[in-house]
């Protein structure tokens, strides 16, 4: 199957720094998402980017999906900023099936 | 506000009882996924539906494990009998199409003593 990794693993940031997450894929996929899971587990979305740039006030993301990768950027960063980040592609699987795997995360802590 | 709901929020059981956990999809979405999440495996893929067929479940032990989904606004990830290397968080997520963007639930917090 496709393999996704995130880097770095951990990132500790002074409130107010700028930051880049990473994220590899190992294949073509249909479409990458970005998602913040904050400190009580939900699962946040915060871009659907199957290739291309976006940007939603201090966070920006750009997918070059030919060279099978994706960067997260987040700029002035705050501590509710602080979680884990995760990398999700999709893959078709067969048979009409499509699934999303997920990479195994950037934690994200940011200190006053 | 269109969401996931999942229910329940958190369960504790004793080993061997039945667990089932249950979503409501966003409406109108015709995809739903079945995750779990632990701090060894990460978020693994259970199952997946469209327009409520079930596509693909090769993440789920058999044995054990079912999931369905009764009508366009229900899905039931099942339990029986459950084991304690099963405590984890399921989450449900749900799409508008086939390769779409997907929007998760808050998760249930399982934990089988």
């Known amino acids: 199957g496709i393999q996704v990794e995130q880097s770095p693993p951990d990132l500790i940031l002074q409130e107010g720094a700028n930051s880049t997450l990473r994220c590899n894929f190992s294949d073509s996929v249909n479409n990458l998402q970005w998602f913040h899971q904050n400190p009580w587990g939900q699962l946040i979305n915060l871009f659907y980017i199957p290739s291309g740039t976006k940007q939603n006030g201090r966070l920006s993301a750009t997918t070059v999906a030919t060279e099978r990768y994706s960067l997260l950027y987040i700029s002035s960063s705050q501590t509710t900023d602080s979680g884990v980040y995760f990398c999700?592609?999709?893959?078709?699987?067969?048979?009409?099936?499509?699934?999303?795997?997920f990479g195994k995360g950037t934690k994200l802590s940011v200190i006053p | 506000d269109a969401r996931v709901t999942q229910t329940p929020r958190d369960k504790v059981t004793e080993m061997g009882q039945e667990v089932t956990m249950r979503c409501q999809p966003i409406l109108g979405h015709n995809t739903v996924f079945w995750y779990r999440q632990t701090m060894m495996q990460g978020l693994e893929l259970l199952a997946y539906f469209r327009n409520r067929a079930p596509l693909d479940d090769s993440g789920m032990p058999k044995d054990r494990f079912s999931a369905e989904m009764p009508d366009a606004t229900l899905a039931t990830l099942k339990i029986q009998p459950s084991e304690p290397r099963d405590s984890a968080v399921y989450f449900c997520?749900?799409?508008?199409?086939?390769?779409?963007?997907?929007?998760f639930g808050e998760g249930s917090r399982l934990t089988v003593l």
């Open positions: 997520a749900s799409g508008l199409e086939a390769a779409g963007e997907l929007f």
């Open positions: 999700a592609v999709c893959t078709y699987s067969g048979a009409g099936s499509y699934q999303l795997t």
